[in-house]
């Protein structure tokens, strides 16, 4: 009966909040400008300039109407081909590419699987200029991305260009979780529970006497902030999904995204890229993202004891999940000679662990789901023994007093 009383009393608590509420609200407008402004304004690196491809297609409509006048069609010895012969390849694949975005045909569109000379070079350069291994990060982007567009040729019935630049709500949801997205919903997480131990000591009095352990009321008070915390990533998840799949469509769960399985011999093996279900992805980010949700508020809870502030608290615990990116480098493989894969820090990229992503960026086999839940465990129950060692030394009446 306690129980049911604290875990409401605290549930209420943080819906009454003024934070929390400005949270929701800076959320829900947040959707509303991403998926009405931003995401149709975002051009990947291979969207294709049609005032560029134009000039291009007349270009070479002028060199082969040129080349066959003069006469120029014998094939040359060393490539087979004629000089007419290359600008009416060019000049053919470049119309049909232009008249497969004009009508609309993104099947068509995938099936080309065509880029003009000079994006392509400004992607390499692209990859020059920004990655730290741009030969491979490029084979790994394309890979992937052809794959997933020939998936689509193959199980998808009307195709769509959303579709093909993942702008789909499901999509779009599968993105968030492989880039920032956990970073953003656990620093989320310690944004909306930082107070809520800490607000225990405006009310002194009230709280000093309550006949009920310590320790199970302060585990009380953490599924009431897990269970607050959680209805506000499915409201906003749900308003994203509606809002960004009216305009761009809602995409299927059936749809396929990268998947790559470590090997050595990557260099050569392209079988080291596969393909894997949205839901699958999905299915399995979902025991990462509820533990460490969890492993948040509870640390969370930790620190409330030890600081009493929750400007303290907050920034702790942001320090915590960004802990990684401090140190973080693509050759770095171990910590004082510990593999980074028994760090639970590692395991926060849990939609690149998830895809395999990882483990292709620092190359290395190590990083996997099963570890990766196993070290969450074991940091539970680390977190949750220094709790009960922290609740012996630190009484309610020392805490509120």
Not at 246 to 272: E, M, Q, R
Not at 282 to 295: A, S, T
Request: proline share 2%.
């Amino acid at each position: 009966m306690i129980a049911k009383v604290v875990f409401m009393e605290t549930f209420k608590r943080m819906v009454r909040n003024k934070k929390n509420r400005l949270v929701w609200i800076v959320a829900f407008l947040g959707v509303l400008i991403y998926s009405g402004f931003v995401l149709p304004n975002i051009e990947l690196i291979d969207t294709v300039d049609m005032d560029r491809l134009e000039v291009d297609l007349l270009g070479s409509q002028g060199s082969m109407k040129a080349q066959f006048e003069a006469g120029t069609t014998e094939a040359n010895i060393f490539t087979g081909l004629s000089t007419y012969q290359i600008a009416k390849n060019n000049f053919e694949q470049q119309r049909a590419f232009k008249g497969a975005i004009d009508t609309g045909n993104a099947r068509r569109f995938i099936q080309l699987n065509y880029l003009p000379e000079e994006l392509i070079k400004e992607i390499e350069n692209d990859y020059l200029k920004n990655s730290e291994e741009p030969l491979k990060d490029l084979r790994y982007d394309q890979s992937n991305k052809q794959l997933r567009l020939n998936s689509y040729l193959e199980e998808v019935r009307d195709i769509t260009f959303h579709l093909i630049q993942e702008k789909t709500a499901w999509q779009q949801i599968h993105l968030f979780f492989l880039n920032l997205g956990p970073l953003i919903l656990l620093t989320l997480t310690v944004f909306l529970v930082s107070d809520v131990i800490t607000g225990e000591r405006e009310a002194r009095t009230q709280k000093a006497g309550i006949p009920y352990s310590w320790r199970q009321y302060l585990f009380v008070q953490s599924l009431a902030a897990f269970c607050f915390v959680g209805l506000f990533f499915i409201a906003v998840f749900s308003w994203f999904f509606l809002v960004n799949g009216l305009l761009f469509g809602f995409g299927s769960l059936d749809l396929k995204v990268p998947l790559y399985t470590y090997s050595s011999s990557y260099v050569t093996n392209d079988a080291v890229f596969g393909l894997m279900k949205i839901s699958s992805f999905l299915i399995k980010i979902l025991p990462f993202l509820v533990l460490f949700m969890y492993v948040t508020i509870r640390l969370s809870v930790l620190l409330s004891l030890l600081f009493k502030n929750d400007v303290v608290v907050l920034t702790l615990g942001v320090f915590a999940i960004i802990f990684e990116k401090l140190y973080y480098s693509r050759r770095m493989r171990d910590i004082l000679g510990i593999d980074l894969s028994f760090f639970p820090q590692t395991y926060i990229d849990f939609g690149k662990v998830i895809s395999g992503e990882k483990n292709f960026l620092l190359n290395t086999p190590t990083i996997t789901m099963d570890r990766g839940l196993i070290i969450i465990i074991s940091t539970i129950i680390v977190l949750e023994i220094l709790l009960w060692v922290a609740t012996k030394f630190i009484s309610r009446q020392r805490f509120v007093r």
